[in-house]
């Protein structure tokens, strides 16, 4: 199983931007997928979390609100919609996926099967 994270880049203040995930190898809505980030100095941390089907979804309070995360089963493809960035919101982002860990469970277990390389998102002020 490989995990692909694309478009990142380079936004202002208030932007949006959406990042994308392609999973390949395998069926992907046999897994619960998320997105993590990790900004320069800091632990990465979880950012959002889907279920197979899309039906349930999980957020960092930090992103609640303003982020959505989604998925096309069909394109085997996760998303993140970043709306209002930020500065902080600067990091690499990662997209990751599980079998059995659900969405509420990323945000404490980062023990996950599959990552992927992650994707640069810089916010300037």
């Known amino acids: 199983v490989q995990l692909q994270a694309s478009g990142g880049g380079l936004v202002q203040t208030g932007s949006s931007l959406r990042v994308s995930c392609v999973i390949s190898?395998?069926?992907?809505?046999?897994?619960?997928m998320g997105w993590f980030r990790q900004a320069p100095g800091k632990e990465r941390e979880f950012v959002a979390g889907?279920?197979?089907?899309?039906?349930?979804?999980h957020y960092s309070d930090s992103v609640r609100g303003r982020f959505t995360i989604s998925r096309d089963n069909a394109k085997n493809t996760m998303y993140l919609l970043m709306e209002r960035l930020k500065p902080e919101d600067t990091a690499v982002y990662y997209c990751?996926?599980?079998?059995?860990?659900?969405?509420?469970?990323?945000?404490?277990?980062?023990?996950?099967?599959?990552w992927g390389k992650g994707t640069q998102v810089t916010v300037s002020s």
């Open positions: 889907i279920n197979w089907s899309g039906s349930s979804t």
């Open positions: 990751a996926a599980d079998r059995l860990t659900s969405p509420q469970r990323m945000a404490v277990n980062h023990r996950l099967d599959y």
């Open positions: 190898g395998r069926t992907v809505q046999d897994y619960f």
